[in-house]
């Protein structure tokens, strides 16, 4: 599976983004996806993941309620929609695929995308 992650950018305390991951090669559907960030010089952390058909998802405590992750299994796509951003949340943001499920760890995908990166300031 190839991922490529977009919609990074630039955006004011408070604002909204959405971030995008295309998936590529292998079946899309088969795989949960996930989302994971990493601050300036800080480890990669989970962010929230979603289950092969897009019933279940998962969200990291620190972001609960700020963020909605989504699916398009006939785009092959999955999002993750951000609200209320904080400065704190600025982070390279990286799109992933599982093929044994919902996971918070970075060790159970398979396959990454390059990152987008998401900068929260005034």
């Known amino acids: 599976v190839q991922l490529q992650a977009s919609g990074g950018g630039l955006v004011q305390p408070g604002g909204s983004l959405r971030l995008s991951c295309a998936a590529s090669g292998r079946t899309f559907s088969n795989y949960a996806m996930g989302w994971f960030r990493q601050p300036p010089g800080e480890d990669r952390e989970f962010v929230a993941t979603?289950?092969?058909?897009?019933?279940?998802?998962h969200y990291a405590d620190s972001m609960k309620g700020r963020l909605t992750i989504s699916r398009d299994n006939d785009k092959n796509t999955v999002y993750l929609q951000m609200n209320s951003l904080k400065p704190e949340d600025t982070a390279v943001y990286y799109c992933?695929?599982?093929?044994?499920?919902?996971?918070?760890?970075?060790?159970?995908?398979?396959?990454w995308g390059q990152g987008t990166l998401v900068t929260v300031s005034s």
């Open positions: 992933a695929a599982a093929r044994v499920g919902l996971s918070v760890v970075a060790g159970s995908y398979n396959y």
């Open positions: 979603i289950n092969p058909n897009g019933d279940t998802t």
